[in-house]
């Protein structure tokens, strides 16, 4: 077995068997890691700083009520919630922008290089301000609309993925439609390029294999000595 298939069959299966089996340890584990984005994201993102103490307030709580549970199963449920609640939709985006924002802004880049056409050139370059603007505005959007609540962090957090999301999938669009113009425009080079081939190939005279003499390729019979021609 390849080493690439092999990872692709126990990967999953390891990330499933950590899923199946929360402990205490890995509770704690997540707690830590939420903190810290939490954390992280707060400084990123001073605006959000309502929203997110909200959020880690709530799950401190019920991270503290899960630690005095002494059934362990039950104290490892009680965790899972506050884990659940220190990481709510919108923070998990919120962790996530970053990355989107990267990712169609290399996108931007790469769509520079692809067009030939002109027209193409053109809508190409339509979509790509249309994602730059975009970029610009949820840029701005992030880093300057304040979120004092859990519910107004998710309304902007939505409206940011979402813009971008859309500006992502425009250009990929375009770049979609030149890709395949470009592949039909190379089938219909070696289309016509195989009917020359073929044109001058049934021009050429067929030698006959009993007495040598040359053919026409349309002829049945041979010229010299009448044997059939193949
Ligand atoms: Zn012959």
Do not use: H
């Not at 991270?63 to 059934?71: R, Y």
């Not at 027209?119 to 790509?128: N, P, Y």
């Amino acid at each position: 077995m390849k080493m690439s298939s092999f990872l692709f069959i126990a990967v999953p299966i390891l990330l499933l068997l950590s899923c199946a089996k929360p402990t205490s340890e890995s509770e704690t584990k997540r707690w830590d890691s939420n903190q810290k984005t939490l954390s992280t994201l707060t400084a990123k993102y001073p605006n959000f700083r309502g929203a997110l103490d909200i959020v880690q307030a709530e799950a401190a709580q019920q991270w503290e009520a899960a630690l005095m549970v002494t059934e362990e199963e039950q104290k490892i449920a009680a965790m899972q919630t506050a884990n659940t609640a220190a990481y709510p939709e919108f923070v998990r985006q919120l962790d996530g922008m970053e990355n989107k924002l990267e990712a169609l802004k290399s996108l931007c880049t790469k769509s520079t290089r692809n067009a030939v056409q002109t027209m193409d050139k053109e809508s190409l370059r339509i979509a790509r301000n249309n994602a730059q603007r975009t970029l610009s505005a949820m840029e701005y959007l992030l880093k300057n609309s304040t979120a004092n609540t859990p519910v107004e962090a998710t309304v902007l957090t939505n409206e940011a993925s979402k813009k971008i999301k859309n500006a992502n999938s425009n250009i990929q669009k375009v770049l979609k439609r030149i890709s395949e113009k470009a592949r039909a425009k190379k089938q219909q080079e070696k289309a016509k390029k195989d009917e020359q081939n073929a044109a001058t190939k049934s021009k050429k005279p067929v030698k006959c294999s009993y007495c040598g003499v040359k053919n026409s390729p349309s002829a049945s019979k041979c010229k010299g000595c009448g044997a059939p021609v193949k």
